[in-house]
């Protein structure tokens, strides 16, 4: 099993960003896909969770309006679409499906 992620960088506040986390390894369709972040010196929180086929989706209070989860199974790729970012939104990010996770990607908002 193995989940990449990209797409993180260095963005000015009220900007965007779009993480994107190729699967492979399992059959990606038939499983929830999650995105979780961890800032420095925080415990890992989930962002945005979305269903396997039917495509609902959850997020977390602090990011709904903001930031949109959908997946694409035909490329076995989830992606997080993230907008008007705050610094607060400084993090790794982290794909997660089947219990395994990605290796992260940095997101930094700061001017």
């Known amino acids: 099993v193995q989940l990449v992620e990209s797409g993180g960088g260095l963005v000015q506040p009220g900007g965007s960003l779009r993480l994107s986390c190729a699967a492979s390894g399992f059959t990606f369709r038939s499983y929830v896909m999650s995105w979780y972040r961890q800032a420095p010196g925080k415990e890992r929180e989930l962002v945005a969770t979305i269903t396997s086929v039917g495509g609902s989706t959850n997020y977390a209070d602090s990011v709904k309006g903001r930031f949109t989860i959908s997946r694409d199974n035909a490329k076995n790729t989830v992606y997080l679409q993230m907008n008007s970012l705050k610094p607060e939104d400084t993090a790794v990010y982290y794909c997660?499906?089947?219990?395994?996770w990605g290796q992260g990607t940095q997101v930094t908002v700061s001017s």
């Open positions: 997660n499906g089947w219990g395994h």
